[in-house]
Nanobody
């Protein structure tokens, strides 16, 4: 059964950087045309922040454009999200899945907290 695990979240100061990792097991990442990183802050709906196609075409939510970079390593079934110049409003649990989401059972996510 396919399973995704997110990792790399941490507590960072405003302006800091993190790299999140999404690891897929039980399936091949290359099977899925479009993958995405999502986030959900307390009391808010889950939002899609970045997507990437099998061929590497990326798109970003306006709130993260210019600060976040999504990439995928199809050969190793891994997807990344590099986050720079983090802001307090980036605080959330981050998840990966397909876009549209839900092909995989949602993982536990990885918590990113931006605070001074």
């Amino acid at each position: 059964q396919a399973r995704i695990v997110e990792s790399g979240g941490d507590l960072v100061q405003p302006g800091g950087s993190l790299r999140l990792t999404c690891t897929l097991s039980g399936s091949r990442l290359n099977t899925y045309e479009k993958m995405g990183w999502y986030r959900q802050a307390p009391g808010k709906l889950r939002e899609l922040v970045a997507t990437i196609t099998r061929g590497g075409i990326a798109n970003y939510a306006n709130s993260v454009k210019g600060r976040f970079t999504i990439s995928r390593d199809n050969a190793n079934n891994i997807m990344y999200l590099v986050m720079n110049n983090l802001k307090q409003e980036d605080t959330a649990a981050y998840y990966c899945n397909t876009d549209p989401g839900g092909v995989f059972v949602w993982g536990q996510g990885t918590q990113v907290t931006v605070s001074s």
